[in-house]
């Protein structure tokens, strides 16, 4: 009970707040009418002081700046949770804050016409009760109250009272219902958040890719390569020092893209990281020499067929090929082990063509229906750029197979 009254109570004064700012635009209005009525006032300049006079008022409701105070009233006193207002709303949102404004004013001046008809009423009743009221009875009498008298008069005064608690509870608890649909989002603000969040969640997954394929290539070429070492440690230091070489290689890369990813994350997009730091690692089909070389050092036979010129391959598509290279050979020396692994990249007026195969290893699906998080990735990567992936086990041996298109309207992360 104790809530209800205190928030019957705040809500009131958001009421009376309402009500107080009404207050000049209805003796603005008064005056304006008598004004009218008069004979002797020109018509003209009359008509045009008014719609100065509304075009001055119409402006502070549409403005963010109203809005926000609203806002911040309604959390305060209304006890409704609005989320934070843009700083520049579109004009829906402001034509919705501008209906909460006018909304807000109307409720407050019924409250405070409330306030004007139950205090006196109120205070007569209780002066009747102690037939003290002999002073104002000629010129404030009230045909109703004055058949009230005596202890029913000590019970009608509080009853009014109760019916104005009653009245702002009311015109309170109606305004909280309405101020998430008046202040909260428009629709328009939700779909320009949704897509904020769809370009966020996209972001994160790109970054969530990179990290997988190039810390995950590292984190394999590096395993592959200390298993090895250990293995001849006492009988070969030449290949021992070639792994370690290849260790040394692979884990610095890793850094690099690590470091540009980070950047990102700090940043909050690729195109800020890249001007904070254009040296970044933007790794192409540029580098699938260097990649096809730190491969063979980790022990995989590479057989490696470039057919077409790549520097034609636009950037988006180049960058997206490289990573799903790295991703197959990283997946060759996971699964399969120092395994034979042939690579064929062709690019053509039409786009990429990209195959690697590698002998499967015993027990391993003939199909992959999802994959993990490698597979998925490629297959992101694939239907960014709207191209054709396929993964799949045949005559012992597994091969991936993905067509990138060369269109300028490829979506490629950056």
Not at 15 to 36: A, E, K, N, S, W
Not at 102 to 115: E, K, M, P, Q, R
Not at 246 to 268: K, Y
Not at 392 to 408: D, F
Request: hydrophobic letters at 50%.
């Amino acid at each position: 009970m104790t809530n209800v009254v205190r928030t019957t109570l705040r809500r009131g004064v958001h009421l009376l707040l309402g009500g107080v700012i009404l207050i000049p635009y209805l003796l603005l209005g008064v005056g304006f009418v008598q004004m009218f009525l008069e004979p002797d006032v020109p018509k003209v300049p009359l008509i045009v002081l008014v719609a100065v006079t509304v075009l001055i008022g119409a402006i502070p409701p549409v403005l963010p700046a109203m809005r926000h105070l609203e806002i911040t009233a309604t959390r305060n006193l209304l006890d409704v949770d609005l989320p934070d207002p843009v700083a520049d709303p579109p004009w829906e949102t402001r034509l919705l804050g501008a209906a909460w404004y006018v909304l807000h004013l109307l409720c407050g001046g019924l409250a405070i016409l409330t306030v004007l008809i139950v205090a006196p009423l109120a205070v007569m009743l209780i002066a009747q009760g102690f037939g003290a009221d002999e002073g104002w009875s000629s010129t404030a009498s009230m045909p109703i109250v004055d058949r009230i008298d005596g202890p029913l008069a000590f019970l009608a005064a509080p009853a009014l009272v109760l019916a104005a608690f009653a009245i702002f509870a009311l015109l309170g608890a109606g305004l909280a219902q309405l101020a998430p649909l008046l202040l909260g989002p428009s629709p328009a603000e939700l779909m320009a958040a949704l897509e904020t969040q769809a370009e966020e969640f996209a972001e994160r997954n790109r970054l969530a890719r990179e990290l997988h394929d190039s810390v995950g290539h590292a984190l394999t070429v590096t395993t592959v390569q200390a298993a090895a070492a250990r293995r001849v440690l006492e009988t070969d230091p030449e290949f021992v020092r070639r792994a370690l070489s290849a260790v040394e290689e692979a884990g610095r890369s890793a850094m690099e893209d690590l470091d540009h990813v980070l950047g990102v994350l700090r940043t909050g997009s690729a195109a800020d990281a890249a001007t904070d730091d254009p040296a970044g690692p933007q790794r192409t089909l540029a580098d699938l020499a260097r990649l096809v070389d730190d491969t063979r050092a980790a022990g995989v036979t590479v057989d490696a067929v470039v057919e077409g010129d790549l520097d034609t391959i636009p950037p988006a598509v180049s960058r997206e090929a490289y990573r799903i290279v790295q991703e197959c050979l990283t997946n060759a020396m996971r699964h399969a082990g120092p395994v034979p692994v042939v690579l064929r990249v062709a690019a053509t007026s039409a786009g990429l063509d990209l195959q690697v195969s590698n002998p499967m290893p015993p027990g391993m699906p003939r199909r992959s229906s999802r994959g993990g998080r490698g597979l998925r990735g490629i297959r992101e990567r694939v239907r960014l750029l709207r191209g054709e992936f396929s993964a799949e086990g045949q005559a012992g041996q597994w091969r991936v197979h993905v067509r990138l298109p060369a269109r300028s309207d490829a979506r490629g992360g950056a």
